[in-house]
T-cell receptor
Protein backbone atom coordinates (compact mmCIF):
# COMPACT_ATOMS: atom_id res chain seq x y z
CA UNK A 1 0.00 0.00 0.00
CA UNK A 2 0.99 3.60 -0.47
CA UNK A 3 2.08 5.88 2.33
CA UNK A 4 3.13 9.49 2.48
CA UNK A 5 5.46 10.93 5.06
CA UNK A 6 6.18 14.50 6.06
CA UNK A 7 8.76 15.86 8.43
CA UNK A 8 9.18 17.50 10.68
CA UNK A 9 5.74 17.36 12.26
CA UNK A 10 6.21 20.73 13.94
CA UNK A 11 8.74 23.48 13.51
CA UNK A 12 9.36 26.83 15.16
CA UNK A 13 11.71 29.12 13.28
CA UNK A 14 12.81 32.75 13.65
CA UNK A 15 12.06 35.31 10.97
CA UNK A 16 14.81 35.37 8.37
CA UNK A 17 15.91 31.78 8.90
CA UNK A 18 15.89 29.15 6.13
CA UNK A 19 13.32 26.40 5.76
CA UNK A 20 13.29 22.88 4.43
CA UNK A 21 10.25 20.62 4.65
CA UNK A 22 10.38 17.16 3.20
CA UNK A 23 7.73 14.88 1.80
CA UNK A 24 8.24 11.33 0.59
CA UNK A 25 5.84 8.82 -0.90
CA UNK A 26 6.19 5.05 -0.75
CA UNK A 27 4.50 2.31 -2.71
CA UNK A 28 3.88 4.11 -5.98
CA UNK A 29 5.84 5.38 -8.96
CA UNK A 30 5.66 8.62 -10.96
CA UNK A 31 3.15 10.31 -8.67
CA UNK A 32 1.93 13.85 -9.04
CA UNK A 33 3.05 15.73 -5.94
CA UNK A 34 1.56 18.82 -4.34
CA UNK A 35 2.33 21.31 -1.59
CA UNK A 36 -0.54 23.12 0.10
CA UNK A 37 -0.60 25.69 2.86
CA UNK A 38 -3.48 25.97 5.25
CA UNK A 39 -3.91 29.14 7.26
CA UNK A 40 -6.65 29.51 9.85
CA UNK A 41 -10.00 30.20 8.22
CA UNK A 42 -8.55 30.33 4.72
CA UNK A 43 -8.88 26.79 3.46
CA UNK A 44 -6.16 25.12 1.43
CA UNK A 45 -3.93 27.15 -0.83
CA UNK A 46 -2.05 25.26 -3.52
CA UNK A 47 1.59 26.35 -3.53
CA UNK A 48 3.34 24.00 -5.95
CA UNK A 49 2.71 20.86 -7.90
CA UNK A 50 4.98 18.53 -9.81
CA UNK A 51 4.31 15.95 -12.49
CA UNK A 52 7.86 14.63 -12.61
CA UNK A 53 11.45 14.97 -11.43
CA UNK A 54 12.62 18.54 -11.82
CA UNK A 55 9.19 19.71 -13.05
CA UNK A 56 7.69 22.26 -10.70
CA UNK A 57 4.69 24.51 -11.26
CA UNK A 58 4.22 27.45 -8.94
CA UNK A 59 0.71 28.61 -8.29
CA UNK A 60 1.30 31.64 -6.10
CA UNK A 61 4.28 34.05 -6.14
CA UNK A 62 5.77 33.95 -2.69
CA UNK A 63 8.76 33.51 -0.49
CA UNK A 64 8.87 29.75 -1.02
CA UNK A 65 10.30 27.35 -3.57
CA UNK A 66 9.94 23.65 -4.24
CA UNK A 67 12.14 20.97 -5.67
CA UNK A 68 11.74 17.35 -6.67
CA UNK A 69 15.16 15.74 -6.67
CA UNK A 70 13.80 12.18 -6.81
CA UNK A 71 10.64 10.60 -8.15
CA UNK A 72 8.97 10.27 -4.75
CA UNK A 73 10.55 13.16 -2.89
CA UNK A 74 9.21 16.69 -2.76
CA UNK A 75 10.90 19.48 -0.81
CA UNK A 76 9.56 22.87 0.18
CA UNK A 77 12.16 25.52 0.92
CA UNK A 78 12.72 29.11 1.80
CA UNK A 79 15.90 31.15 2.08
CA UNK A 80 14.43 33.65 4.55
CA UNK A 81 11.19 33.02 6.39
CA UNK A 82 8.58 35.70 6.94
CA UNK A 83 5.98 35.88 9.68
CA UNK A 84 3.33 35.30 7.03
CA UNK A 85 4.86 31.91 6.21
CA UNK A 86 3.40 30.47 9.41
CA UNK A 87 0.78 27.81 8.79
CA UNK A 88 0.06 24.16 8.33
CA UNK A 89 1.80 22.67 5.30
CA UNK A 90 0.36 19.65 3.63
CA UNK A 91 1.91 17.43 1.01
CA UNK A 92 -0.27 15.30 -1.23
CA UNK A 93 0.15 12.85 -4.09
CA UNK A 94 -2.03 11.49 -6.86
CA UNK A 95 -1.63 8.87 -9.52
CA UNK A 96 -0.47 10.13 -12.86
CA UNK A 97 -3.22 10.32 -15.48
CA UNK A 98 -5.88 9.72 -12.85
CA UNK A 99 -8.99 11.60 -11.90
CA UNK A 100 -6.90 13.64 -9.51
CA UNK A 101 -7.89 11.84 -6.35
CA UNK A 102 -5.30 13.10 -3.90
CA UNK A 103 -3.89 11.52 -0.79
CA UNK A 104 -2.54 13.71 1.96
CA UNK A 105 0.30 13.48 4.39
CA UNK A 106 -0.01 14.28 8.10
CA UNK A 107 1.20 17.85 7.68
CA UNK A 108 3.84 20.12 9.22
CA UNK A 109 2.91 22.91 11.60
CA UNK A 110 5.28 25.85 11.00
CA UNK A 111 5.42 28.79 13.37
CA UNK A 112 7.60 31.72 12.44
CA UNK A 113 8.43 34.04 15.34
CA UNK B 1 -12.44 29.15 -14.04
CA UNK B 2 -13.25 26.40 -11.61
CA UNK B 3 -14.36 27.29 -8.12
CA UNK B 4 -15.90 25.68 -5.08
CA UNK B 5 -18.14 27.36 -2.54
CA UNK B 6 -19.00 26.00 0.86
CA UNK B 7 -21.58 28.49 2.15
CA UNK B 8 -21.47 27.40 5.77
CA UNK B 9 -18.34 28.24 7.72
CA UNK B 10 -19.48 26.57 10.93
CA UNK B 11 -22.35 24.18 11.70
CA UNK B 12 -23.41 22.71 15.03
CA UNK B 13 -25.49 19.54 15.08
CA UNK B 14 -26.79 17.52 17.99
CA UNK B 15 -25.47 14.01 18.32
CA UNK B 16 -27.83 11.62 16.59
CA UNK B 17 -29.30 14.29 14.35
CA UNK B 18 -28.93 14.31 10.59
CA UNK B 19 -26.32 16.38 8.79
CA UNK B 20 -26.09 18.09 5.44
CA UNK B 21 -23.05 20.10 4.38
CA UNK B 22 -23.43 22.18 1.28
CA UNK B 23 -21.06 22.45 -1.65
CA UNK B 24 -21.52 24.33 -4.91
CA UNK B 25 -19.05 24.23 -7.74
CA UNK B 26 -18.41 26.11 -10.93
CA UNK B 27 -17.04 24.16 -13.86
CA UNK B 28 -17.98 23.98 -17.51
CA UNK B 29 -17.78 20.24 -18.01
CA UNK B 30 -18.60 17.29 -15.81
CA UNK B 31 -16.38 17.68 -12.79
CA UNK B 32 -14.68 15.19 -10.57
CA UNK B 33 -15.94 15.90 -7.05
CA UNK B 34 -14.56 15.00 -3.66
CA UNK B 35 -15.27 15.40 0.03
CA UNK B 36 -12.43 15.30 2.52
CA UNK B 37 -12.43 15.42 6.32
CA UNK B 38 -9.72 16.86 8.53
CA UNK B 39 -9.41 16.32 12.26
CA UNK B 40 -7.48 19.00 14.20
CA UNK B 41 -3.77 18.92 13.46
CA UNK B 42 -4.14 16.09 10.95
CA UNK B 43 -3.98 15.67 7.22
CA UNK B 44 -7.03 15.31 5.00
CA UNK B 45 -8.82 12.00 4.59
CA UNK B 46 -10.94 11.23 1.55
CA UNK B 47 -14.57 10.53 2.47
CA UNK B 48 -16.00 9.94 -0.98
CA UNK B 49 -15.71 10.87 -4.63
CA UNK B 50 -17.82 11.26 -7.73
CA UNK B 51 -16.50 10.66 -11.21
CA UNK B 52 -19.51 9.54 -13.23
CA UNK B 53 -22.51 7.22 -13.08
CA UNK B 54 -24.84 7.01 -10.11
CA UNK B 55 -25.29 10.49 -8.70
CA UNK B 56 -25.62 9.24 -5.14
CA UNK B 57 -22.27 8.07 -3.86
CA UNK B 58 -21.49 6.28 -0.65
CA UNK B 59 -18.36 6.92 1.34
CA UNK B 60 -16.64 5.88 4.50
CA UNK B 61 -17.94 6.48 8.03
CA UNK B 62 -21.57 6.40 6.90
CA UNK B 63 -21.39 9.50 4.71
CA UNK B 64 -23.02 9.93 1.34
CA UNK B 65 -23.21 12.73 -1.20
CA UNK B 66 -25.47 13.52 -4.10
CA UNK B 67 -24.36 15.14 -7.34
CA UNK B 68 -26.98 17.46 -8.79
CA UNK B 69 -25.88 18.87 -12.12
CA UNK B 70 -28.84 21.24 -12.43
CA UNK B 71 -27.90 22.88 -9.13
CA UNK B 72 -24.12 22.53 -9.50
CA UNK B 73 -24.12 20.99 -6.06
CA UNK B 74 -22.50 18.07 -4.30
CA UNK B 75 -23.89 18.08 -0.77
CA UNK B 76 -22.60 15.75 1.91
CA UNK B 77 -25.06 13.96 4.18
CA UNK B 78 -25.12 11.66 7.14
CA UNK B 79 -28.33 10.37 8.73
CA UNK B 80 -27.07 10.26 12.32
CA UNK B 81 -24.05 12.24 13.50
CA UNK B 82 -21.64 10.90 16.09
CA UNK B 83 -19.47 13.03 18.35
CA UNK B 84 -16.40 11.70 16.52
CA UNK B 85 -17.63 13.38 13.33
CA UNK B 86 -16.64 16.78 14.70
CA UNK B 87 -14.01 18.00 12.26
CA UNK B 88 -13.49 20.26 9.28
CA UNK B 89 -14.92 19.18 5.96
CA UNK B 90 -13.66 20.21 2.55
CA UNK B 91 -15.33 19.90 -0.80
CA UNK B 92 -13.06 19.82 -3.85
CA UNK B 93 -13.41 19.78 -7.62
CA UNK B 94 -10.97 18.42 -10.14
CA UNK B 95 -10.66 18.88 -13.87
CA UNK B 96 -8.01 17.45 -16.10
CA UNK B 97 -5.84 14.58 -14.98
CA UNK B 98 -2.55 15.82 -13.65
CA UNK B 99 -3.88 19.13 -12.41
CA UNK B 100 -4.51 20.07 -8.82
CA UNK B 101 -7.85 20.00 -7.07
CA UNK B 102 -9.66 23.20 -6.21
CA UNK B 103 -10.80 23.21 -2.60
CA UNK B 104 -13.55 25.09 -0.85
CA UNK B 105 -12.72 27.01 2.31
CA UNK B 106 -14.18 24.29 4.48
CA UNK B 107 -17.02 23.84 6.95
CA UNK B 108 -16.29 23.21 10.60
CA UNK B 109 -18.69 20.76 12.18
CA UNK B 110 -19.31 20.79 15.90
CA UNK B 111 -21.39 18.07 17.56
CA UNK B 112 -23.31 18.86 20.73
CA UNK B 113 -24.46 16.27 23.23
Amino acid sequence: SQTIHQWPATLVQPVGSPLSLECTVEGTSNPNLYWYRQAAGRGLQLLFYSVGIGQISSEVPQNLSASRPQDRQFILSSKKLLLSDSGFYLCAWSVMRSYNEQFFGPGTRLTVL
Amino acid sequence: AQSVTQPDIHITVSEGASLELRCNYSYGATPYLFWYVQSPGQGLQLLLKYFSGDTLVQGIKGFEAEFKRSQSSFNLRKPSVHWSDAAEYFCAVGAQAGTALIFGKGTTLSVSS
